[in-house]
C-alpha cells in the first residue's frame, strides 16, 4: 500500500504557481521522498526527490518539512502542459521500489 | 533525463495469442527494469522485478507462467503476455533504474479481442 496521501484533485491557474501537499506521517529515517507525474496514456515522468533537504532542478522545488512528515512540490510558474497527475511516492533508500498511490491531478487553467 | 524506450506502443491480439513488449533503455544500462500495468483510471501496480541475468521477482498474485519476463542485457528487458484474454488488456509500463532514480517507458496499450 502506498504510505502517501494527497488531494485527489486541484486546480491552478496559468502562470501561477502550483503547490501540492503529501503527507507521509509514517515515513522512516532512510526513505526518500520521491515525486513523479503522468500526463494522460504516457509513461510517469520523473520530476524530483529528496530526502530531508529542500531540493531544485529544473522542474521544480520540493520542500520537506523539518519533521519529515509532509512535503509539498512547487511548479513555479504553470502551464496547461502541466496538467496530469502527480504522484509523491516513499521509497525505500535509493533503490526501493516505487509504489504509486492514487496521486493528485492537476489542472491548469487558463 | 535517461531516456526509455517500448516497442510496440500499441498491440492489438487475438485471445489465445502471445503478445511480447520490449524494454529498452537508451542511454544508459540498466541492472534492474521494472513492470507495471496499468487498468483506466487506476493507479500503476508493480507486477514484477527483473534483474540482468537472473529470474524476475514477481509481485503477489502476477502469475509467472503468464506473464513471462526476460533481462538478457543490461539495455533490453522483455515481457510476453502469455494466452492473452480480454482481462489483460491493459497499460503495460516498464521502467528502468538507474543511479538512484527510475526511469520510464512511454507504455503499450494491450488490446485482447
Known amino acids: 500500500d502506498a504510505k502517501t496521501t494527497q488531494p485527489p484533485s486541484m486546480d491552478c491557474a496559468e502562470g501561477r504557481a502550483a503547490n501540492l501537499p503529501c503527507n507521509h506521517s509514517?515515513?522512516?529515517?532512510?526513505?526518500?521522498v520521491y515525486w513523479y507525474r503522468q500526463i494522460h496514456s504516457q509513461g510517469p515522468q520523473y520530476i524530483i526527490h529528496?530526502?530531508?533537504n529542500n531540493e531544485t532542478n529544473e522542474m521544480a522545488s520540493l520542500i520537506i518539512t523539518e519533521d519529515r512528515k509532509s512535503s509539498t512540490l512547487i511548479l513555479p510558474h504553470a502551464t496547461l502542459r502541466d496538467t496530469a497527475v502527480y504522484y509523491c511516492?516513499?521509497?525505500?533508500?535509493?533503490?526501493?521500489?516505487?509504489?504509486f498511490g492514487k496521486g493528485t491531478k492537476l489542472s491548469v487553467k487558463p | 533525463g535517461a531516456v526509455v524506450s517500448q516497442h510496440p506502443s500499441r498491440v492489438i491480439c487475438k485471445s489465445g495469442t502471445s503478445v511480447k513488449i520490449e524494454c529498452r533503455s537508451l542511454d544508459f544500462q540498466a541492472t534492474t527494469m521494472f513492470w507495471y500495468r496499468q487498468f483506466p483510471k487506476q493507479s500503476l501496480m508493480l507486477m514484477a522485478t527483473?534483474?540482468?541475468?537472473?529470474?524476475?521477482?514477481?509481485e503477489q498474485g502476477v502469475e509467472k507462467d503468464k506473464f513471462l519476463i526476460n533481462h538478457a542485457s543490461l539495455t533490453l528487458s522483455t515481457l510476453t503476455v502469455t494466452s492473452a484474454h480480454p482481462e489483460d488488456s491493459s497499460f503495460y509500463i516498464c521502467?528502468?533504474?538507474?543511479?538512484?532514480?527510475?526511469?520510464f517507458g512511454p507504455g503499450t496499450r494491450l488490446t485482447v479481442l
Open positions: 521502467s528502468a533504474a538507474s543511479e538512484s532514480t527510475q526511469y
Open positions: 509514517t515515513i522512516s529515517g532512510n526513505e526518500y
Open positions: 511516492i516513499v521509497r525505500e533508500g535509493s533503490q526501493g521500489n516505487l509504489i
Open positions: 527483473s534483474n540482468e541475468g537472473s529470474k524476475a521477482t514477481y
Open positions: 529528496g530526502l530531508k
